[in-house]
Each structure stands twice: as structure tokens, then as C-alpha cells.
């Protein structure tokens, strides 16, 4: 079915390191950039739209509520084509569908503005529009291009939550934190960190689950340090809901939008991370971010929380799926 004013949304994969859909996504580790585009992809499918999702490594097609196909598969007429992430593709995008709406899903900091602002004049003709993710990496991106003197349309569309994720569970284990991130920039921070809270506090276990995309320097076996692996969202989840907090102690990275703490605050896990990037703007107002240069102060707030002062936290409503697709529907819709 097309809804009027937005025709055909296809959104255009040629970065993902696999092929993903619903089912692969409850039984395979991914990063938080899949979980963001199967919500949106089938979100938008449920309100009525036809949805498409063309991915690189993908080698036959699957039919949910959007269709999964071949990045090289025949899509006739889209009328918004949403380019994930790698901004190199705009210009592969434009020329297999020079009539349609061109959005580029910005999810990272630094990666692609940079080539944006250093290839500039190679897509200048391309009428895109960029898409952030916060309001905060929507100023850091225009800063960077205006530094160029470059100025483009841009918009926010958060990540979303899924609507029914919550608390309910068993009651949190004091003794347990959980690092569970695609990316590493926050890991050797949190190793160093956990080795003071361990010798604190023995008793006291960090689990680890990550998709393997990289790696940190070295090996990550401490005392106390329990590597999951690769683990589906659902069980990463699971883990998160029943641990004391969401160690996240990054320092210097900005997060574009840092789903690991919308996703920890919808099942009401408290995250313990660094006023960087978009963690003030995500995280829950009763948990606002630290001085995690200050291992003492990182300590007595885990110590803190552990013996009976852990914050109550929720997700704030404007993540959940069913206010960020309307969102989506607004910015996709022809003019």
C-alpha cells in the first residue's frame, strides 16, 4: 500500500557488516544502528506504508512487514530513499533514483561529516537531506560543515525504543553491572574503573556483551569480569534488567545518541556514564551523567546505589517507537 504524499521508503544499507531482518535479529548480535532500522522499517510497514530494505551482503529476499532484498535488487520509484550511514553512497543512491527523496541516517560522530565536508563538491548537486539523531549531534554536524562553509538540510530523528520494552523481571542484582555497547570507546575505561570498584568491593561482577565488530587493546580478563559475548538485544537486555547499573564510563567520545542508555532506562536500570555527547539529552532526568575522570566519585556512586540509593529511571517518551514514527511520516512526506 502507498499512503499519499509519501509513495514507496526505501532505506538503502550498503554498510552493514551482515544481513539482518526480524527473525535473524532476535537470535544474532547486532549492533544498535540494526535494531534502530528494523524498528523504523517495520514500524512504518504497520502504519501502512511500503517499506523496503536493500542490503549489501543480503543474497535473497524475506518478506516481513517491509521487504528485504538484494542492495542490487529492481525497486521501481521509491519516494524516499534513506542512505544508512556511509555518506559515500549519496552518490550511488542519486544515480539509480534520480526522482526520489534522498535522506542520509547519519549514526555516528565524525566518520561521515568529514567526508562530507572534504567530497563536498563532488555531491553538491545531490539534493539530500542529513538526518541526526539528537539535537545534539545535529549541532556538532553543522558546526563541522559550516566550518566549510557548507550548509545543508538537516533534520533529527531519534533512535527508537520498542514500545513494550520495561522493567518487569526479577528484582536487580546489587552486585552486578553491565558494559553492553557496539562500540569499544568506553571499555578501557570501564576495566580500569571496575579493578578499583572489584577491590572495593569483591563481591561486586561487570558482564561484557558486545557484537565483536572490534576490539579492544588486550584482553579484557580481570577478577570479576564476566565476557558474554556476542548476545541477541533480547538476552543483553535480560542482563541489563537485572543488573545494579549500565557501566558506561566514556570520557572523550561523543555518542550521536547513545541507544545503550534509552534502552538501559527503559528497563529501568540507572546508566553510570560521562556527561558527553547526547547522554544529557537521553538519559532519564533522575539520572544525569558524572565526572567519570573521578574514579573516587565513580566508586561512591556504584557503592551508593548498591546499598539502597539507586535511582528510579524510565525512558523519556518521546524514544519510544510509536512517537518516533511520526516523526519519520512528517520528514519523508512529499512537500
Avoid at 554498510?15 to 539482518?20: D, I, L, R
Avoid at 545535529?138 to 525504543?161: C, D, F, Q, T
Wanted: glycine fraction near 8%; aromatic fraction near 8%.
Amino acid at each position: 500500500m502507498l499512503l499519499r504524499g509519501v509513495g514507496k521508503i526505501v532505506f538503502f544499507d550498503n554498510s552493514s557488516k551482515a544481513a539482518y531482518s526480524p527473525e535473524s535479529f532476535r537470535s544474532r548480535a547486532y549492533g544498535g544502528t540494526v535494531g534502530s532500522i528494523l524498528r523504523a522499517a517495520e514500524g512504518l510497514a504497520a502504519r501502512g506504508h511500503s517499506v523496503w530494505v536493500a542490503q549489501k551482503h543480503r543474497g535473497h529476499e524475506e518478506s516481513f512487514g517491509a521487504r528485504y532484498v538484494p542492495l542490487a535488487a529492481p525497486i521501481e520509484n521509491p519516494g524516499a530513499v534513506v542512505v544508512i550511514r556511509n555518506a559515500r553512497t549519496l552518490r550511488d543512491a542519486h544515480l539509480r533514483f534520480p526522482r526520489s527523496r534522498l535522506y542520509l541516517w547519519l549514526h555516528t560522530i565524525e566518520k561521515d561529516e568529514e567526508w562530507l565536508a572534504q567530497h563536498y563538491d563532488e555531491i553538491r548537486h545531490i539534493p539530500a537531506t542529513l538526518v541526526c539523531l539528537s539535537r545534539f549531534h545535529h549541532g556538532y554536524v553543522r558546526e563541522k560543515l559550516a566550518a566549510r562553509g557548507i550548509e545543508l538540510p538537516m533534520a533529527v530523528v531519534p533512535n527508537s525504543v520498542d514500545d513494550h520494552l520495561g522493567p518487569n523481571g526479577p528484582p536487580f542484582d546489587p552486585n552486578k553491572l553491565i558494559y553492553f555497547s557496539a562500540s569499544d570507546r568506553a571499555l578501557a575505561r570501564a576495566l580500569v574503573l571496575f579493578e578499583k570498584i572489584h577491590w572495593a568491593q569483591p563481591d561486586m561482577r561487570l558482564f561484557i556483551a558486545r557484537p565483536g565488530y572490534g576490539g579492544v587493546e588486550g584482553s579484557i580478563a580481570r577478577e570479576g569480569v564476566i565476557d558474554l559475548g556476542p548476545q541477541p538485544q533480547e538476552n543483553v537486555l535480560e542482563h541489563a534488567r537485572g543488573a545494579l547499573c549500565t557501566f558506561y564510563p566514556n570520557t572523550s567520545v561523543p555518542e550521536a545518541f547513545g541507544l545503550v542508555f534509552a534502552e538501559s532506562n527503559a528497563v529501568g536500570t540507572p546508566v553510570l556514564t560521562g556527561d558527553v555527547g547526547a547522554a544529557r539529552e537521553v538519559l532519564a532526568e533522575t539520572n544525569p551523567p558524572l565526572d567519570v575522570h573521578n574514579g573516587n566519585l565513580v566508586l561512591e556512586t556504584v557503592l551508593k546505589w548498591r546499598a539502597g540509593e539507586r535511582p528510579a529511571v524510565s525512558v523519556r517518551p518521546e524514544f519510544r517507537l510509536k512517537n518516533v514514527l511520526p516523526v519519520w511520516e512528517s520528514l519523508l512526506h512529499s512537500d
